[in-house]
């Protein structure tokens, strides 16, 4: 089993190995970056995994309270999970893959944004979990990004989406991301439009950093809505994926 880079400039290496041919590949349609968990699914596929996998989701949660979401953070969170052999991999990810929830109108969501842009679920958990659960949907079009892989692994967190996201930009895609926590803030920061699905803890660790972003929006799923956002639903929110890239880079609708 290849071996995670052991620092950050080695893991942006692989990092941009793995993205840069989907950049090219998605050359000329806007892009939809929408996170996995608690924001597509309402719950957290990793914590599930590793409960299913019968491992301690905690000392990884402890790392994340002592470190903050640092490279070194989300290195130990990736070694749990690739600690596991691959046959062991394999059948709790499809197990959690089939049983996990998506919000209501996620898959109509990712259903219909696909029909105007370049759309990937962007993880910092598991890509198989949610590549099967894709699958499930019947959205096996839609690619999905993350790297705890065994094949292909690599330190993917909060940096590394932002990187994802400015790739695209760099490429003059039109990028709308979703998320609901801090792991997202530098992906929506870096994106033309910013949708946050309210989480169990109504995104409080996102709001804040997204103050003054040019095109904010947000989903609701439990009905508490955050106030003096635009809000938006699941159902409604592929309008912000636009044909063209409009001059500004932002707050254009289309559809």
């Known amino acids: 089993m290849p071996m995670l880079p052991q620092d950050e400039a080695s893991n942006l290496e692989r ?4 993205i840069l041919p ?3 590949a ?7 970056l929408a996170d996995g968990d608690r924001t597509l699914s309402p719950i957290d596929t990793s914590r599930l995994f590793l409960q299913q996998a019968g491992m301690d989701p ?5 790392r994340f309270k002592l470190e903050g979401y640092c490279f070194s953070a989300f290195r130990y969170h990736a070694e749990v999970h690739l600690e596991l052999d691959a046959l062991t991999f394999d059948r709790v990810g499809a197990a959690v893959a089939r049983e996990a929830p998506l919000h209501s109108g996620a898959a109509d969501f990712l259903r219909r944004a696909a029909e105007e842009a370049t759309v990937f679920v962007i993880s910092a958990g598991i890509p198989r979990i949610w590549r099967g659960l894709l699958e499930r949907e019947g959205l096996g079009n839609i690619g999905v990004i993350g790297g705890i892989d065994p094949c292909f692994p690599y330190v993917f967190g909060r940096q590394e989406k932002g990187r994802v996201c400015q790739l695209f930009r760099s ?8 998320g609901d926590s801090d792991v997202d803030t530098e992906m ?6 910013a949708v946050v699905v ?3 803890r109504m995104s409080a660790d996102l709001l804040p950093h997204l103050t003054g972003h040019r095109s904010l929006h947000h989903i609701a799923p439990a009905g508490q809505a955050a106030p003096g956002i635009p809000q938006l639903t699941f159902e409604s929110a592929h309008r912000l994926v636009c044909r063209g890239h409009s001059s500004t880079g932002g707050g254009a ?3």
């Open 171 to 178: 490429a003059g895609a039109e990028v709308m991301a979703l």
């Open 253 to 255: 609708v289309c559809l």
């Open 58 to 62: 905690q000392p990884i949660q402890n």
């Open 26 to 32: 998605a050359r000329g349609r806007p892009v939809v």
């Open 198 to 200: 309210l989480n169990h």
């Open 15 to 18: 990092l941009d190995a793995a």
């Open 188 to 193: 929506m920061l870096a994106a033309d439009h």
């Open 22 to 24: 989907l950049v090219r």
